[in-house]
């Protein structure tokens, strides 16, 4: 099938295979390799990517369904020569090691943080209807769609807060 | 100029507390960082060929039997099929051990385990290869299947070079003051590595480049060459990225040889990915264990009998068996003891080493045996670790080359707050939870393989390491970029680390925590070799040579390295064991402390607080070796509440194949976890004077898990992991 899809603010013309999925269209296509495969069944979060600004795991959705939307890669976020602040802290706090699920981890915590400013609540959050604490309990429970096997959590978390502080100050 | 070292005697002095360049031991970050994070690191299956073809393996529907037919035809008409590799007798009947120098067993006619890869569809693209896969027709002939490990325990096979007595442990025991004898259970684990086994073959000019995601190349190599019947010369290993391995990538497994087989017969480049569920089911796993503990103490809690008898299991024809003793054998005194480990044979994917293989496990039942005897003798488990560190090796009478356990357990205790326990559980409740404490020891033999690699140093001041070492995420890129910016006097970002190519001088590999201290130390005496060959220019001794800042110092005199160098140097470093692990007992120490919550109502288990403390000689980058450290916490407390993997005894089929079924860790389960590292040096290690931590944080770890629950709520369960149907029943009223 032909279709367009919009990545990182770039349009991308493919024929594919309608079974194919975001993840492999990424991997495969566009050598947009970022994009990690942990599972191919929406278990680790390792393929975690931005859609419409929210995360979804692309292995789940296949690439026919996305023309119009706007995709976000890791590749989107930053460049080794210009990080993220997420990436920058991620590197700042060793938050991975084999950094297989990082792209995945990062693309989330990217959506997170913007769920959190939009008051979403989670499992652990003691008001559903307060603004969400940024507690390290609040971000491991929204973080645990994307299963690091090198166990950083302790730095994921760091990382994130780091960032998640400095943006509210910024505020 | 090359040169080798072969750890016969102490090293006297390392440069590395010479140099004063303060790069070695800082908290640097990692130089491949900024490539992982921002998605540019391109790992095995991420190669991109013209005419690349995709393949995904078949796998056999039952646990035993043979293959009568696998009928191509049934899928021929499919779009896209390119065609079914089928090779019954080249396909690798499981993987391979780590450092094995042959292929493992081939043959793949006689299935051995449910899921075992029989044959490969080749697609011209992953989508018709995979749906090939799924649908191809098999006929197969089943046999009856050894499935049920509870059944066939009874008939588990001592093995005999396993088996190390001294003393008399029937009157030792009958004698001692207080005893235990218990049974533990560990269930089989998977490594789970979050990059799935992936290979890319290449083949061209009679030579084969894989692109795979393997730990140790140039055995790799050997074993892959040997499976196909090339010679070593033929077969080349790139791996600049692995996604993870904790064992599970130490030997060749089925999807490299598929993918070079079909390769060689297409003359095409063909990508094998196993699935999520294919890692699982037929890559390795840890065995399932048995593990009988009897302890025997004085009144004063000195022991005087330790016996820690094993039973795993594994495939016919391997001879791997958990080594669950293998910390037990030197970390306590007590003068008779028993230690032997036996295999029942079962028809269940291979059993082979996964993190720590040994202390992984058998630290779970030891550090509980121990926690159990000092309730029983009435003293602190702290205090009754502290009277049995024992002066020399309890059997063979080696002293230990270096061993801070006394204090990792002083320090630990004291930091954590230990004294406030209460030793009576149950006690201390905080709303719905059972709230408790409990420590274990860590211990994890080291190890030196040997390991070559190349340095050049050029005369603009820049230098580029190479070595087939691979970084599977334990910082190998850093810390070798680090040793040599220090040994050279260059900053880092000066500093270009090569690795994951058998082209480069072959190195130990990583695993078994030994890629660090090996490889580093070869990268060490190529160093030491370079700034021989500048003193030689200078016309001064190497120890009055000071490099620093890109410039050769000595007195007050400062050159350039261009104006000394009229080209690049290079060298070979290669460190060997020698008699020093022969004369030592060489070994990482450590001590875990944790505090639990208990459900009072659900017996849920969480981790509130863990921290542990560890020694292993020179830290060679205080942030990657507490990564490492935390990794193997992790792997501890999911061990202890979780990972569980489940063996249908009515077939083989393992129940939880996926990463939604077999539990590890997540996010939320893991608290702020806190790592300490005390100063050590060990100048029998190696010149570095570093021994291995990639494996020392999971040694005890879920046993400090496993003893916080029981003085939470006074439970104590044996039968790992300890989940919450295990607890519920036996809970205190709530």
């Known amino acids: ?171 | 100029m090359d040169v080798s070292l072969k750890m016969d005697e102490p090293v006297a002095e390392s440069l590395l507390d010479t140099t004063n360049q303060n790069i070695v031991s800082q908290p640097v970050d990692r130089v491949e960082g900024p490539l992982k994070v921002s998605g540019t690191a391109r790992y095995s299956a991420e190669y991109k060929f013209p005419g690349l073809l995709h393949g995904v393996l078949v796998s056999a529907p039952m646990g035993k039997g043979r293959i009568l037919k696998i009928d191509a035809g049934s899928i021929e008409k499919l779009p896209g099929i390119v065609t079914v590799i089928t090779d019954y007798d080249t396909f690798l009947r499981n993987p391979a051990q780590g450092q094995d120098e042959e292929a493992p067993e081939q043959g793949v006619r006689d299935v051995s385990y449910f899921g075992q890869p029989v044959a490969l569809v080749v697609g011209e693209s992953f989508e018709a290869a995979r749906h090939g896969a799924q649908r191809i027709a098999l006929d197969m002939r089943p046999d009856e299947g050894r499935f049920d490990f509870a059944a066939r325990k009874h008939m588990a096979e001592p093995k005999k070079r396993s088996r190390k007595a001294q003393g008399d442990l029937d009157a030792a025991l009958a004698a001692a003051h207080a005893t235990i004898d218990a049974i533990w259970t560990t269930p089989s684990q998977t490594s789970a590595a979050m990059e799935p086994h992936a290979g890319i073959a290449v083949w061209e000019d009679n030579k084969l480049t894989l692109y795979g995601s393997y730990q140790m190349l140039a055995s790799d190599r050997l074993q892959l060459a040997d499976a196909l019947g090339l010679k070593p010369e033929q077969v080349r290993i790139v791996a600049r990225y692995v996604g993870g391995g904790f064992g599970g990538k130490l030997g060749i497994s089925a999807e490299s040889v598929a993918a070079a087989v079909a390769a060689m017969r297409l003359n095409r480049p063909v990508r094998v990915v196993m699935t999520r569920q294919q890692v699982t089911e037929a890559t390795v796993r840890r065995s399932n264990t048995e593990q009988r503990i009897r302890l025997g103490a004085d009144a004063e809690g000195r022991l005087t009998a330790v016996a820690h008898e094993t039973i795993t299991a594994n495939l016919d024809r391997s001879s791997f068996s958990e080594p669950a003793s293998a910390s037990t054998q030197f970390l306590y005194g007590g003068q008779a003891r028993l230690f032997l480990n036996s295999i029942v044979r079962m028809d269940q994917l291979l059993s082979a080493s996964m993190r720590a293989p040994g202390e992984a496990v058998g630290m779970l039942a030891l550090e509980c045996a121990m926690d159990e005897l000092a309730e029983t003798l009435g003293m602190d488990p702290v205090a009754l670790r502290l009277r049995n560190i024992p002066a020399r090796h309890p059997m063979d009478g080696l002293p230990f080359s270096s061993r801070s356990l006394a204090e990792c357990l002083e320090i630990g205790a004291r930091d954590f707050g230990w004294s406030d326990r209460d030793p009576r559980p149950a006690q201390r409740r905080e709303g719905d939870w059972w709230i408790g404490v409990g420590m274990a020891a860590a211990a994890r033999s080291n190890m030196l393989i040997k390991s070559s690699a190349r340095v050049m140093l050029a005369p603009d001041g820049t230098a580029v390491v190479e070595t087939d070492l691979t970084d599977i995420g334990t910082g190998s890129y850093t810390i070798l970029a680090q040793i040599t910016a220090e040994l050279l006097g260059l900053p880092v970002s000066s500093v270009e680390v090569r690795l994951g190519d058998t082209d480069f001088p072959p190195s130990s590999g990583s695993g078994g925590s030994f890629g660090a201290a090996s490889a580093g130390s070869s990268v060490y005496l190529a160093c030491e070799s370079l700034r021989q060959e500048i003193a030689e220019k200078l016309g001064i001794a190497p120890k009055d040579l000071v490099l620093t800042e890109g410039m050769a110092r000595h007195g007050n005199v400062s050159r350039p390295l261009h104006e000394i160098l009229s080209g690049p140097l290079t060298a070979i470093g290669t460190i060997e064991p020698g008699e020093m692990e022969e004369k030592f007992v060489q070994a990482g120490f450590g001590a875990h402390f944790c505090e639990v919550g208990v459900n009072a109502h659900s017996g849920e288990v969480r981790v509130r607080r863990m921290e542990s403390t560890f020694a292993a000689g020179r830290i060679l980058n205080e942030k990657t070796a507490t990564s490492q450290c935390l990794g193997g916490m992790v792997f501890g407390i999911g061990a202890a509440l979780t990972e569980d993997l489940m063996h249908d005894p009515r077939n083989g089929a393992i129940v939880n194949h996926d990463l939604a079924e077999y539990h590890v860790p997540v996010n939320a389960d893991i608290p702020a976890l806190k790592v300490r590292f005390l100063e050590e040096r060990d100048e029998k290690a190696n010149p570095l004077f570093a021994k291995g931590i990639g494996e020392l944080g999971i040694s005890g770890a879920g046993a400090a898990v496993a003893n916080a629950i029981y003085n939470a709520c006074g439970v104590r369960v044996r039968d790992y992991p300890i989940t919450l149907d295990k607890l519920i029943e036996k809970l205190p009223p709530a």
Not at chain 1, 23 to 39: F, M, P, Q, V, Y
Not at chain 1, 59 to 64: F, I
Not at chain 1, 134 to 151: K, T, V
Request: hydrophobic letters at 35%.
């Open chain 1, 1 to 171: 099938m032909h279709i367009t899809l919009s990545i990182n603010g770039k349009d991308h013309e493919l024929d594919l295979d309608p079974r194919t999925s975001v993840l492999d269209a990424l991997r495969d296509h566009l050598d947009l390799i970022g994009t990690k495969k942990g599972c191919d069944h929406g278990q680790c979060g390792a393929c975690t990517v931005l859609v419409n600004g929210r995360r979804i795991n692309s292995c789940l959705t296949l690439a026919v369904m996305h023309e119009g939307d706007a995709i976000t890669t890791i590749e989107g976020l930053g460049t080794p020569e210009a990080l993220s602040p997420l990436q920058a802290a991620f590197v700042a706090h060793d938050g991975f090691q084999c950094g297989y699920c990082t792209p995945g981890q990062i693309c989330s915590a990217t959506g997170m943080l913007e769920e959190m400013r939009a008051g979403w609540p989670s499992h652990v959050s003691e008001d559903l209807l307060a603004a969400p604490d940024l507690s390290d309990a609040e971000i491991s429970e929204r973080m645990s769609g994307n299963l690091c096997r090198c166990s950083a959590y302790t730095n994921i978390v760091a990382a994130i807060t780091e960032v998640a502080e400095a943006r509210d100050e910024a505020v």
